[in-house]
């Protein structure tokens, strides 16, 4: 059932909202924050019930990647992968707001619409961003990840069969970004899922998620402000 709920109702909902969002000419301060407020809530609601779930079935938490069995390991790759990923965000950046405004894209029109552009917004962004990192990895990498592994234990390998298939699920959840957008996704996920077997941690994929989605948010308005003062 969660993981119908995941893949069916958290995608249509999610694209049902940007539908509503890109029908406003201009969003205000107001409708941002209601947006970054209300998936906060949702999404830890999601975890809440998962957790829930988990307990009552006494589910070992290193199923769900919640351990640290090689601190090193997780410590160096944390770095790394959060640092790798944070500049290619960076560098893409700069390279779609070179571009001519009607060529950037829909992912990116969807994002400079949702970015925020005041203090508070970015606030509470921060907070969002800090929220998806979390629970996104918690859901994602741990309890689809744990739940297509015990479904296909009996094939080989099912940690690669879960890694795809829990990457495909996450890709769903963003079919709001289009078609690009899925794509993105999808490879991010396995990045972090394979991360995931190899240090058998959540901690690396949550940072650079965290990493990846602060850099987004921030430096992006940051730089379109640059972009258009330079224009004018």
Same mark, same amino acid.
């Given at each position: 059932?969660?993981? $119908?709920?995941?893949? $069916? ?35 830890? $609601? ?11 079935? +006494? ?75 979390? +629970? ?16 296909? !234990? ?27 957008? !899925?794509?993105?996704?999808? !490879? !991010? ?11 058998? +941690? ?31």
């Amino acid at each position: 059932m969660v993981l $119908l709920l995941l893949g $069916l109702i958290v995608p249509w909902r999610g694209a049902r909202r940007m539908r509503l969002l890109r029908a406003k000419p201009e969003l205000t301060s107001s409708d941002r924050l209601k947006l970054y407020g209300s998936t906060i809530v949702l999404q830890w $609601l999601i975890v809440a019930v998962i957790a829930v779930l988990c307990a009552r079935r +006494s589910v070992d938490p290193a199923e769900l990647g919640l351990s640290i069995a090689s601190p090193m390991r997780i410590t160096w790759l944390t770095v790394a992968l959060t640092g790798v990923l944070c500049v290619n965000q960076v560098f893409g950046l700069r390279k779609i707001t070179q571009l001519p405004e009607g060529k950037r894209g829909s992912l990116f029109a969807i994002s400079e619409k949702i970015m925020p552009q005041t203090g508070r917004e970015r606030l509470l962004y921060a907070a969002l961003a800090c929220t998806a990192g979390l +629970s996104e990895e918690f859901i994602y990498r741990g309890f689809v990840f744990m739940a297509f592994v015990r479904m296909t !234990v009996n094939y080989l390998p099912p940690n690669g069969i879960a890694a795809v298939l829990s990457s495909a699920w996450f890709a769903v959840a963003h079919v709001y970004q289009g078609r690009r957008g !899925v794509i993105t996704t999808f !490879v !991010v996920g396995l990045i972090f899922a394979f991360t995931r077997i190899w240090t058998g +941690s959540l901690i690396p994929a949550i940072a650079a998620h965290i990493g990846m989605d602060l850099t987004i948010g921030i430096y992006a308005s940051q730089l379109l402000r640059k972009t258009e003062q330079n224009a004018i």
